[in-house]
C-alpha cells in the first residue's frame, strides 16, 4: 500500500490515477479516498488524480493524541501530500470537512493551488455566534456518540442525517454503499476527528477578511436542500472575487456521489476555463451596484 509521510510524521495512505495536471481530491467526515471513484473514473482519462484518507483514516495513521487534529494541520497535510508526489500546483477539490480544508489551503497556500473547489461548504457557520455554539455542542455530542459506540451503530445514524437523505431516497443503492463504507471506519478516528477538526474549525463568517484576499480561480457548489450549506455558499460567492456559485437542484449533502455525472461537468467547466487562462474575476463594483439597485 503506497504512503507518504506528513511533516510532522503521519502517514497518509493515497492513490494516483492518470497523468497530466494534478487534481487532489480531499474527502469528507463520512467519506474516504473511495468517495470520489466517480470523479476519478472520470478524470484521469485526462488529469492525474490523487486521493487520500486524512488521518485517523485507516490504512492512513490514526494518531491518538487529540492535539494532532485541527484545521490548520488538515490544510498544512494537503501541502505535505504536494511535496512528498512532488507536485509543484494542482487542482484542489474539497467536499464538506473536505472543502473547508481546501478553502483554508487557498487562502494560505494560493501558489500551490491552480483552482479550488469548495463543494457542500460551511456546515455549522453562521453569524450568530449563539448558532455557531450550538453546533460546536452538538459535535461534541457526535464525537462523544463515535467514541462509546461501534462504528456500524453510529455510523449508520451519522450516515442518515438529514442532509443525506436526498441521496438516500433518489440512489437508495448508492446511499447504501456510501453508508456502508462509512462503516468501516475507525471509531477511535471519528472521534478524535470530529472533536478536533469538526468542533473547533472557525465559522466561515470569521473568515471574510481572508475570503477577500483569495484569489485562485474558485467553484463553490451546494444542494439546495443542504439547508446548512446555502447561506455559507452565498457568502463565499460575495466575498471572493474569482468565485462561482453551482447550486444543485433537489440535491443534499452528498452532491458528487448524488449527481456525479453533474458534479464532474462543473468541476470539467471549471479545470478547462483556468488551464485555457479564461476564468474571470468579477468585478468589486458589480456587487456595490446591485446593492445600491443601479
Known amino acids: 500500500m503506497p504512503h507518504l509521510t506528513t511533516d510532522d510524521g503521519i502517514k497518509l495512505y493515497y492513490e494516483e490515477t492518470g497523468k497530466g495536471i494534478p487534481i487532489v481530491f480531499i474527502h469528507e467526515f463520512a467519506g474516504d479516498y473511495r468517495s470520489y471513484e466517480q470523479q476519478v473514473r472520470h478524470f484521469s482519462k485526462y488529469y492525474r488524480c490523487i486521493t487520500f484518507n486524512a488521518r485517523g483514516y485507516p490504512p492512513s495513521d490514526v494518531p491518538k ?59 455549522g457557520s453562521s453569524p450568530d455566534p449563539k448558532v455557531v455554539e450550538t453546533s460546536r455542542a452538538a459535535s461534541r455530542e457526535t464525537g462523544k456518540m463515535f467514541a462509546t459506540e461501534s462504528m456500524e451503530v453510529a455510523g449508520t445514524r451519522y450516515a442518515d442525517g438529514p442532509t443525506r437523505q436526498a441521496q438516500k431516497n433518489k440512489d437508495p443503492r448508492g446511499w447504501r454503499e456510501f453508508a456502508d463504507q462509512f ?40 444542494g439546495d436542500e ?69
Not at 186 to 212: C, H, N, Y
Request: proline share 5%; aromatic share 4%; with cysteine.
Open 65 to 123: 493524541d487529540s492535539e494532532r487534529y485541527s484545521q490548520e494541520r488538515a490544510r498544512d497535510d494537503i501541502r505535505s501530500v504536494l511535496d512528498a508526489l512532488k507536485i509543484d500546483k494542482a487542482h484542489v477539490v474539497g467536499h464538506s470537512m473536505g472543502a473547508a480544508t481546501a478553502l483554508h489551503v487557498g487562502i494560505h497556500y494560493a501558489k500551490r493551488c491552480i483552482s479550488v473547489t469548495a463543494a457542500g461548504c460551511g456546515y
Open 183 to 222: 462503516a468501516e471506519h475507525s471509531t477511535e478516528g471519528a472521534a478524535l476527528t470530529m472533536r478536533g477538526v469538526q468542533k473547533r474549525r472557525p465559522s466561515l463568517f470569521d473568515l471574510i477578511d481572508k475570503m477577500k484576499t483569495l484569489t485562485v480561480p474558485t467553484l463553490i457548489m451546494t
Open 226 to 294: 443542504d439547508w446548512p450549506c446555502l447561506e455559507p455558499g452565498i457568502l463565499m460567492k460575495k466575498n471572493i472575487l474569482t468565485a462561482a456559485l453551482v447550486v444543485m437542484p433537489n440535491s443534499g449533502h452528498n452532491i458528487n456521489l448524488e449527481e456525479p455525472a453533474m458534479f464532474n461537468l462543473h468541476l470539467s467547466d471549471l479545470f478547462q476555463a483556468v488551464d485555457a487562462g479564461a476564468w474571470p474575476k468579477r468585478d468589486p463594483r458589480a456587487m456595490s451596484a446591485s446593492i445600491l439597485g443601479k
